[in-house]
Nanobody
Framework: VQLQASGGGLVQAGASLSLSCVAS?????????MAWFRQAPGKEREFVSG????????YYGDFAKGRFTISRDNAKNTVYLQMNSLKPEDTSVYYC?????????????????????WGQGTLVTVSS
């Protein structure tokens, strides 16, 4: 599975940004669980949000709740991350990830080592 993330950029605090991740490859997109992680310089990669293959279950890191929304469009092989009320501490490289087998609800989705396929990342910079 190849993942291509896009939509990053430089915005001011309080602004919104929408990230997209298009998947391609031999696996059917509608069978893939999808997630967004982020990694700031010098920090570990952290879970942002995840959505299961059906789109019925979504998960968020604490900092993302109420500000970020994950969604997917299986017809377009795309997962989205709508980010509102951005803060300077949201500055990171955002990565999308996919895997057909994630179990354990939030605990499983939030583990970096559960995900098999990763995109190249898109940089989000939020200025104060």
């Amino acid at each position: 599975v190849q993942l291509q993330a896009s939509g990053g950029g430089l915005v001011q605090a309080g602004a919104s940004l929408s990230l997209s991740c298009v998947a391609s490859g031999p696996l059917t997109f509608s069978t893939l669980n999808m997630a967004w992680f982020r990694q700031a310089p010098g920090k570990e990669r952290e879970f942002v949000s995840g959505i299961d293959w059906s789109g019925e279950r979504t998960y968020y890191g604490d900092f993302a709740k109420g500000r970020f929304t994950i969604s997917r469009d299986n017809a377009k092989n795309t997962v989205y991350l709508q980010m509102n009320s951005l803060k300077p501490e949201d500055t990171s490289v955002y990565y999308c990830a996919s895997d057909p087998y994630i179990i354990g609800g939030f605990q499983g989705f939030s583990r970096v080592d559960e995900w098999t396929y990763w995109g190249q990342g898109t940089l989000v910079t939020v200025s104060s």
